[in-house]
């Protein structure tokens, strides 16, 4: 019992920065799906495949959010 609620916390805080972000315009389609599949993959008590798919939205969204490099002077 204790990963589930491990798990579903890490999933509601991925979904509302998810929510924020899409507030914002940005595309997040693709997070929304798999973070779905990570809600199933918890209520299915398939906790490995559902931190996969957690781990794998958040990272994504790390990548999304990380400042863009400044670009070379010339």
């Known amino acids: ?17 998810i929510k924020a972000m899409k507030a914002t315009k940005k595309d997040v389609y693709d997070n929304e799906i798999d973070l779905n599949i990570a809600k ?26 990380a400042p863009a490099p400044a670009q070379a002077k010339q």
């Open 1 to 17: 019992i204790n990963k589930y609620l491990e798990l579903s916390k890490k999933a509601q805080d991925l979904e509302s920065k």
């Open 40 to 65: 199933d993959k918890i209520k299915t008590a398939a906790f490995k495949m559902a931190d996969t798919y957690i781990e794998s939205v958040k990272k994504r969204l790390e990548k999304t959010n």
